[in-house]
């Protein structure tokens, strides 16, 4: 049974840090590197951070060196840590397989989300 659950989010001042959890089933996470994405409200959905087939990471240039991506295998569970935020990093944030294609979205599967909030 897939499944995807995203917690740790919350409202912090702008350089404040969170840390979110992504609790996976265990055949999406032990097939698929997992990643991060994030959406603001009317805004696109976008991947922010992402390990790669490679074993490598990838971050979007919006969070490069803010952002922290890891995983605990044992656990099938993937983490976002959230260091120096700012006001535009205000968005629903999902776990899922890394990688997605923008135009796959809509008919992939996505858990609730959690909502981070940063304030000025």
């Known amino acids: 049974q897939a499944r995807l659950v995203e917690s740790g989010g919350g409202t912090v001042q702008a350089g404040g840090s969170l840390r979110l959890s992504c609790a996976a089933s265990?055949?999406?996470?032990?097939?698929?590197?997992m990643g991060w994405y994030r959406q603001a409200p009317g805004k696109k959905r976008e991947e922010v951070a992402a390990?790669?087939?490679?074993?490598?990471?990838y971050y979007a240039d919006s969070v490069k060196g803010r952002f922290t991506i890891t995983r605990d295998n044992a656990k099938n569970t993937v983490y976002l840590q959230m260091n120096s935020l700012k006001p535009e990093d205000t968005a629903v944030y999902y776990c899922?397989?890394?990688?997605?294609?923008?135009?796959?979205?809509?008919?992939?599967?996505w858990g609730e989300g959690t909502q981070v909030t940063v304030s000025s």
């Open positions: 899922n397989v890394a990688g997605l294609r923008p135009t796959v979205y809509e008919y992939n599967y």
């Open positions: 265990r055949s999406i996470f032990s097939i698929n590197p």
């Open positions: 390990f790669t087939t490679g074993g490598s990471t």
